[in-house]
């Protein structure tokens, strides 16, 4: 069994030399080195802007939505949008483990597993996928991927769908850090409040915070900026195309 970087740097092909986050390619030959975990896949938990920037390129088409994802790890050994530059994460079963795997959670072959670091860097070859689920911005496949020791993984809870638990791992540390910054009687600005991470951040503020809220993108009001206090929402006018002269949150 060939040996391999902790870091990855053996899957590099191009640019040889960089991290396999910042690699064009990846080589997602699925014969594993001695210190990666090899993974049966079963769901992609596709990045909410990659996975919006897909299916504005197909038009909202199922078909040709899979026909660009394969196109991309076709390309890139790995779903590595280059548009977005973003990717994702995966949940799938451990189906072998090399024999210098350092990882830091123990685990065993037959574990189902959510991988905690991106399809960015994650190699990943895609053998078929079995259905695009548009609202929860997953893709169910068959495939397989491999697992750097550097990579971080969480063994899946018993007692939560599987699919739920992706949703919210793949997520996890975005409302956590919002729990840690925000304080109550704050005014809080949510970028791109509509996607899985911007929704549990937009819940965390409200939930720590009790008073303003500005959020950004949030899928109630698609076309501009809205204040919420308590339960009342304010429309400020910006980019909705409305007289800003009556709205008292027009200047923020």
């Keep these: 069994m060939k040996e391999g970087c902790i870091f990855g740097t053996h899957r590099v092909l191009e640019p040889v030399g960089t991290l396999p986050q910042a690699a064009w ?42 026909k660009i994802i394969l196109g991309i790890v ?31 959670t123990p685990i065993k072959v037959g ?35 491999v697992l750097f020791s550097s990579g971080i993984y969480s063994v899946l809870p018993k007692d939560m769908a599987p699919k739920l638990a992706l949703s ?16 109550p009687g704050q005014s809080v600005l949510v970028i791109g409040g509509g996607g899985k ?20 993108g949030g899928k109630r009001r698609r076309n501009g900026l809205f204040l919420q206090y308590g339960n009342k929402l304010y429309e400020c006018g910006v980019r909705c195309g409305r007289d800003r002269q009556g709205c008292k949150f027009a200047n923020w």
């Design 25 to 66: 390619k990846l080589d997602n030959d699925m014969e594993i080195y001695d210190n990666e975990l090899l993974i049966e896949v079963d769901t992609l938990n596709i990045d909410s802007a990659s996975f919006t920037q897909i299916k504005k390129e197909a038009n909202h088409d199922v078909a040709a939505m899979e």
């Design 74 to 104: 076709a390309q890139r050994g790995k779903h590595h949008n280059p548009v977005t530059g973003s990717g994702g994460m995966l949940i799938g079963k451990v189906a072998a483990i090399g024999p210098k795997w350092s990882g830091k």
């Design 111 to 145: 574990d189902c597993i959510a991988t905690l670091v991106s399809l960015a860097l994650t190699p990943l070859k895609i053998h078929k996928i079995k259905e695009i689920y548009m609202e929860k911005e997953q893709v169910a496949v068959d495939a397989e991927a």
């Design 168 to 183: 919210i791992l793949d997520v996890a540390g975005a409302p956590a850090q919002t729990a840690n910054l925000v304080r």
């Design 197 to 216: 991470a911007g929704m549990l951040c937009v819940y965390e503020a409200k939930r720590r915070g009790h008073g303003n809220r500005l959020d950004y």
